[in-house]
């Protein structure tokens, strides 16, 4: 060793021992079904044996249990076999942190969090637990990348009705902020089957008597998300991305949505189901996403200063379920180089409508409709496409509600 590394290394020594214990480093936890191999048995054993920074691994097998990740920022990863199931009596967990009822299979709150690798299963208990979601964030941030969620619903499409209004229950992802703490969020690559409501749910809302600045920047990546198909019980969405209450769309919220898939978003109800849904944002970028079998491929209602670029939009397999690629709504939001196939409508441009108002200052470009009964049209949408009833929006004010609806 050199005396010029020696000295380094020697004042490396000497600085980490003056500042004495703030030096910690980053622990590893695992876990095992078992026990074995000195693991924790359960993953929520090793979650409250965890500090901020904490990484922890999960070996192959199944996990029947409810997760809850409070006020710490680590890193869960799974590897191949990885199964999180839903329990039989699941907790009410969503209530202490979202302000109303749910059961997250997994659920992080005031923390930036990874989860990766992981299967999350639903097995289809929604009847048995109410307000079932597989991974809900609640203001927190983080990367949810790379995981499977699925069989979160009834097993078939169903819409229960609550107090005699319709109640949509089972999301796959869930992410939400309630403060005005600025938050971000990466979901990227993961595949999103057999949910009952919506696939990704994405949303940021604020006191309406005091709207707080940008809450939420949301990077939706490269998913794959496959609802449950033509049926005439519930209008399924695949992406949902929203802001409520504040007082300018430069406030709300913001982000991408790309290179994602959505397919099979289909009723023959007078609700919709479609592909991408935006309500209230700005500067987002819609783009390079394939959108399959829906009666809208993207709804950008209130969409302000944004890209709706390079999207494929196909329509229905099914005849007679009506279609529509894009609806829009907002201001000075450019659409270019989309593709429209197989639709009923290619472009709806709100104008007056009694919700959303108007889409003014569009630029559009390079466009292609093919086996398109009508390229574009202007006016109000319809009564049963995209509702203030269907957002839960009055125009702006969000009901009592955890999410779009």
């Keep these: 060793m050199t005396i010029r590394r020696l000295a380094l290394v020697t004042l490396l020594l000497l600085t980490m021992t003056a500042l004495g214990t703030s030096v910690v480093q980053a622990a590893g936890h695992c876990v095992h079904p078992t026990g074995a191999g000195r693991c924790f048995s359960t993953i929520q054993?090793?979650?409250?044996?965890?500090?901020?920074?904490?990484?922890?691994?999960?070996?192959?097998?199944?996990?029947?249990?409810?997760?809850?990740?409070?006020?710490?920022?680590?890193?869960?990863?799974?590897?191949?076999?990885?199964?999180?199931?839903?329990?039989?009596?699941?907790?009410?967990?969503?209530?202490?942190?979202?302000?109303?009822?749910?059961?997250?299979?997994?659920?992080?709150?005031?923390?930036?969090?990874?989860?990766?690798?992981?299967?999350?299963?639903?097995?289809?208990?929604?009847?048995?637990?109410?307000?079932?979601?597989?991974?809900?964030?609640?203001?927190?941030?983080?990367?949810?990348?790379?995981?499977?969620?699925?069989?979160?619903?009834?097993?078939?499409?169903?819409?229960?009705?609550?107090?005699?209004?319709?109640?949509?229950?089972?999301?796959?992802?869930?992410?939400?902020?309630?403060?005005?703490?600025?938050?971000?969020?990466?979901?990227?690559g993961n595949r999103i089957i057999k949910f009952n409501s919506v696939g990704i749910t994405v949303f940021a809302e604020t006191d309406p008597n005091s709207p707080a600045e940008s809450t939420l920047t949301a990077s939706v990546l490269d998913n794959v998300v496959i609802a449950?198909?033509?049926?005439?019980?519930?209008?399924?969405?695949?992406?949902?991305?929203g802001g409520y209450n504040f007082a300018e769309p430069g406030f709300s919220v913001t982000g991408t949505i790309k290179d994602n898939q959505i397919r099979d978003a289909l009723t023959t109800s007078p609700l919709p189901g479609i592909g991408i849904v935006t309500l209230y944002t700005h500067d987002v970028e819609i783009a390079d996403n394939v959108i399959e079998n829906a009666n809208v491929g993207v709804a950008a209602n209130l969409a302000f200063t944004s890209r709706i670029a390079d999207n494929q939009m196909n329509g229905p397999r099914?005849?007679?379920?009506?279609?529509?690629?894009?609806?829009?709504?907002?201001?000075?939001?450019?659409?270019?180089?989309?593709?429209?196939?197989?639709?009923?409508?290619?472009?709806?441009?709100?104008?007056?409508?009694?919700?959303?108002?108007?889409?003014?200052?569009?630029?559009?470009?390079?466009?292609?409709?093919?086996?398109?009964?009508?390229?574009?049209l202007t006016g109000a949408g319809p009564a049963t496409a995209l509702s203030a009833k269907t957002l839960q929006v009055e125009p702006l004010q969000v009901a009592p509600k955890f999410g779009p609806r």
């Design 45 to 188: 054993a090793a979650v409250d044996a965890a500090k901020d920074g904490d990484r922890i691994s999960i070996r192959p097998g199944r996990y029947v249990e409810q997760v809850s990740i409070i006020d710490k920022d680590i890193i869960l990863i799974g590897s191949p076999g990885v199964v999180i199931e839903a329990p039989h009596g699941m907790q009410d967990t969503l209530s202490a942190v979202g302000g109303i009822e749910g059961r997250p299979i997994i659920l992080v709150s005031g923390a930036d969090v990874t989860l990766r690798n992981l299967t999350v299963d639903g097995v289809n208990s929604a009847a048995e637990n109410p307000f079932l979601d597989g991974i809900t964030f609640v203001n927190a941030g983080g990367v949810i990348r790379d995981n499977l969620v699925r069989n979160i619903g009834f097993g078939e499409p169903t819409l229960p009705m609550l107090d005699g209004q319709p109640s949509y229950q089972g999301n796959g992802i869930v992410v939400a902020n309630q403060m005005a703490i600025p938050r971000t969020i990466v979901i990227a």
């Design 318 to 376: 099914q005849e007679g379920t009506g279609s529509t690629g894009l609806i829009l709504s907002g201001s000075d939001t450019s659409v270019s180089e989309n593709r429209f196939k197989r639709l009923d409508l290619g472009l709806l441009l709100l104008v007056d409508d009694p919700s959303f108002g108007s889409a003014t200052n569009t630029a559009m470009d390079e466009n292609r409709f093919d086996n398109v009964a009508l390229d574009m």
């Design 228 to 241: 449950q198909g033509a049926n005439d019980v519930i209008d399924q969405w695949g992406i949902f991305l």
